[in-house]
């Protein structure tokens, strides 16, 4: 680290930044994947949104709470440091 | 040795600014929210004031920052802080008007820089922690935030590509709601936290406070309800801009524009930076344009909000400067109450010019023209 630029800081931003802000969201994605329904195949005049079998919506439901759990992990480091000073 | 009249004045212009705060900075949040549709206007900037006072309670280290880090606190007077803050709200207000993005915070660290220099001088100013704390993550942080979106938004699309439009529009609008609502929380974090640490300046100005305390739980409670306030207003102009202007957004990319923006505010509150979080959700939003391909970005509009970013801090410095002076040059609690009323004055005539233009949560998402001022008048409901 030098006196102007906290480098180690910044590394740690987009390196943090990148698994959180892109990873999370693409965690979400592949558990929306897992319960949409497919570009071709389906009937346009139906109204369903979302659909699967046991294992689709049980992975689907895996991934949210991974993104849940990461996110209430974020919060609570931020809560536990920021009133430390 | 304080005097409490000018104290008070203080803290009411400082509320004054953290409210301009609040209503600038809806955008950053809700502004991709609200042009997918995930949410209505309205609800969106309820969801986003709620947020918004919860986030202001989670952390104190930006507060900490721009209490002590960034001017010497010994040579700052109440009129200073005054000063400081008149310039931060005008150069708010002009921005709002003309809808660009700008940061906030540069807004009311140029204002207070500004002032000290004027006051005392350029050894007032602690160069190395505005450089440092200030200038190089407001310098690096829209790219973060673009590399990170636009990553998002490539795996998001990559991952979806095979889904049926409708479950890809609904799956992701409920995404939105999650990552928008990350990043009021974030904003609460970072931006609440300024005005916390100006009124503490104040406070140790007056001799309330010692220098280096903390921020007492008053101020803590009644910055975080103004913001809130704020928040709920609405900066339609904003939005309008970020949400329409500068790249046509889709549910996907918006929630890895947010994704991005709610993680590189938490991260940057987490070390202390007084982190810009408008050139945050700009950058991400730039980046989700980038991440996708054949997404439009309207680079004119991106150019024009560039160049904001840059005269933010001289140009709240300036007019600092000058409300200091003139406030000084009249001298004392009358000097103040001269300001205050120029302040008032220029406040009404923008509001009064931004009439006749005006944007609300009716015409918010009418199409771009090029200017952010709608094609549809505010009077003409549809809904």
Not at chain 1, 51 to 71: D, K, Q, R, S
Not at chain 2, 75 to 97: D, E
Not at chain 2, 272 to 300: F, P
Request: proline share 3%.
């Amino acid at each position: 680290m030098n006196e102007w630029i906290d480098w180690k800081a910044v590394w740690e931003i987009v390196v943090v930044g990148l698994l959180a802000g892109a990873g999370l969201p693409a965690i979400f994605a592949i558990g929306m994947r897992a319960i949409a329904l497919p570009a071709k195949g389906h009937p346009e005049d139906s109204d369903a949104l979302f659909g699967g079998n046991p294992m689709e919506i049980a992975a689907a439901t895996l991934c949210f709470l991974i993104v849940l759990a990461a996110v209430g992990y974020g919060i609570y480091i931020i809560v536990k440091s920021g009133h430390a000073h | 040795m304080g005097n409490d009249v000018v104290l008070a004045l203080v803290i009411v212009t400082g509320l004054a600014f953290d409210f301009t705060n609040g209503f600038h900075d809806t955008a950053n949040a809700m502004a991709t929210s609200i042009a997918t549709k995930a949410l209505s206007p309205r609800i969106a900037v309820g969801l986003s004031a709620a947020l918004n006072l919860i986030g202001a309670f989670l952390s104190l280290s930006v507060a900490a920052t721009i209490a002590s880090g960034l001017v010497n606190t010994g040579l700052v007077t109440l009129t200073v802080v005054f000063a400081g803050l008149a310039g931060a709200i005008i150069w708010n207000l002009i921005t709002w008007f003309f809808g660009i993005p700008s940061s906030s915070s540069h807004a009311l660290i140029g204002g207070v820089i500004g002032s000290t220099l004027a006051a005392a001088g350029s050894h007032a100013v602690k160069w190395q922690g505005l450089v440092s704390k200030v200038i190089i993550p407001a310098v690096l942080s829209p790219f973060i935030a673009a590399l990170v979106a636009a990553t998002g938004t490539y795996l998001v699309y990559r991952i979806a590509r095979n889904m049926h439009e409708r479950s890809r529009s609904a799956g992701f609008r409920i995404g939105q709601i999650g990552s928008a609502s990350m990043v009021s929380l974030a904003h609460g974090t970072n931006d609440a936290q300024k005005t916390m640490g100006i009124i503490t300046l104040a406070l140790i100005a007056n001799g309330t406070l010692a220098a280096g305390a903390t921020t007492p739980v008053w101020v803590i409670v009644v910055c975080a309800l103004t913001i809130a306030g704020g928040t709920y207003m609405g900066g339609w102009r904003v939005i309008r801009t970020l949400g329409k202007g500068l790249v046509e957004i889709e549910s996907p990319q918006g929630f890895a524009a947010e994704s991005s923006s709610a993680a590189v505010i938490l991260l940057s509150t987490h070390f202390g930076y007084s982190l810009s979080t408008t050139q945050v959700a700009t950058g991400s939003i730039l980046g989700c344009g980038l991440g996708k391909k054949g997404a439009e970005v309207r680079w004119n509009v991106a150019g024009r909000m560039a160049t904001a970013w840059v005269i933010t801090l001289p140009a709240a410095a300036v007019m600092g400067a000058i409300s200091y002076y003139i406030a000084s040059s009249i001298g004392g609690t009358a000097g103040i109450v001269v300001d205050l009323i120029i302040l008032l004055a220029i406040s009404g005539l923008i509001y009064a010019r931004s009439r006749s233009t005006r944007v609300s949560p009716e015409n918010v998402n009418s199409e771009w023209t090029g200017t952010v001022a709608p094609s549809e008048p505010a009077t003409t409901r549809t809904a």
